[in-house]
């Protein structure tokens, strides 16, 4: 009985650090990923404090709107036993809901440039899009080669 008290705690402080490691990794490549933004589009101090807490909300917007989706189809395929166990019907309306997440992704999209553009010009929002896209690519690169 001893024992296994033990391993039950061993293994909370075990999921635990990975869990923490988790939030340390997604903090790291955020941190990242503002310096690369911040150095690519060449913000002045007053330009990055109006621009920072709009892209952040943005981000933030757009996870929850991916994680809900991938959540909820996830859920519901495992519910019923995988692929083989989910009927056509199930996997139309997978279908539309996955094409209703991307029109509020989208929408999303461009209420931020609506937005964003108060603050840089368009020249910097285009940069901002092909940025964020080499960041990814570098981040994958990396990631590729780490053993």
Do not use: C
């Amino acid at each position: 009985m001893k024992k296994n008290i033990i391993l039950l705690i061993l293994l909370l402080f075990i999921s635990l650090n990975v869990a923490a490691q988790g939030r340390k990794n997604k903090e790291k490549i955020k941190a990242l990923k503002i310096a690369f933004l911040t150095q690519e589009l060449n913000l002045t101090a007053e330009v990055a404090q109006q621009f920072w807490p709009i892209y952040n909300t943005h981000e933030e917007n757009l996870d929850l709107l991916r994680n809900k989706g991938r959540t909820a189809i996830r859920k519901q395929i495992k519910n019923d036993g995988g692929f083989e166990g989910l009927s056509e019907e199930d996997a139309k309306i997978f279908v539309k809901n996955k094409l209703d997440l991307d029109n509020q992704i989208l929408l999303e999209k461009v209420s931020f440039t609506k937005k964003i553009a108060k603050v840089l010009t368009y020249k910097q929002i285009l940069k901002l899009q092909l940025s964020e896209r080499d960041f990814a690519r570098e981040l994958m690169r990396k990631y590729r080669k780490k053993p």
